[in-house]
């Protein structure tokens, strides 16, 4: 199983990216995806995940109403179409996926996540 993230790069304090990120391979069927960042000399934390059968979202606080994660009708390609873009978004970004929903409380937690990408660099520049 291979994640493949696209779509990072370097944007002004206030502009756009839309990061893909396609599951490949051993016919895996994830449950939930998921995107992780990791700023430097930061811990990882999750920005949002959506569950592949029913297309419930979760967004960490940082990125409520800028970023919206969704799935491509084919299901197991998701987008992370990040808007307003700041600084402090500067960071890898890191897809994630699992063949378990891990819950509205558990979502953001790095364990609950099996499988991973190698991640998309996003800098934001004021």
């Known amino acids: 199983v291979q994640l493949v993230e696209s779509g990072g790069g370097s944007v002004l304090d206030g502009g756009s990216l839309i990061l893909s990120c396609e599951v490949s391979g051993n016919l895996y069927h994830p449950k939930a995806m998921g995107w992780f960042r990791q700023a430097p000399g930061k811990e990882r934390e999750g920005v949002a995940s959506?569950?592949?059968?029913?297309?419930?979202?979760y967004y960490a606080d940082s990125v409520k109403g800028r970023f919206t994660i969704s799935q491509a009708g084919a299901k197991y390609t998701v987008y992370l179409q990040m808007n307003s873009l700041k600084p402090e978004d500067t960071a890898m970004y890191y897809c994630?996926?699992?063949?378990?929903?891990?819950?509205?409380?558990?979502?953001?937690?790095?364990?609950?996540?099996?499988?991973w990408g190698q991640g998309t660099q996003v800098t934001v520049s004021s």
């Open positions: 994630a996926a699992d063949h378990m929903a891990p819950g509205p409380e558990r979502w953001s937690l790095r364990n609950k996540y099996t499988y």
């Open positions: 959506i569950y592949i059968g029913d297309g419930t979202t």
